[in-house]
């Protein structure tokens, strides 16, 4: 199991058969999905979140800026990589 934490507040740890994704958040307020209008331009994340995953939450950063971690988990199906390859030309 490798963490990988690219230079922006996010990580993710691929499984066989899952991929889990943390990202730091300054707001310390526990997440709420919205209730967007037909027309908002915001409030869908958690939505699109809880659609796509198995399971997600947060919990307090254990960081000095203080804010929260919200995580996911993705299940990948057997035999699914993830991986993509190039079209051939």
Partial sequence: MTWTWPSWP???CWRPGSLFVEVW????????PG???????SGRGLTLVTALTEMWGA?????TAGGKVVWAEINIPAGRTGVRQRPAR
């Fill in 10 to 12: 996010c990580g993710y």
């Fill in 25 to 32: 958040d300054r707001d310390p307020s526990p997440p709420v």
């Fill in 35 to 41: 209730s967007p209008g037909d027309f908002d331009e």
């Fill in 59 to 63: 919990y307090p950063a254990d960081t």
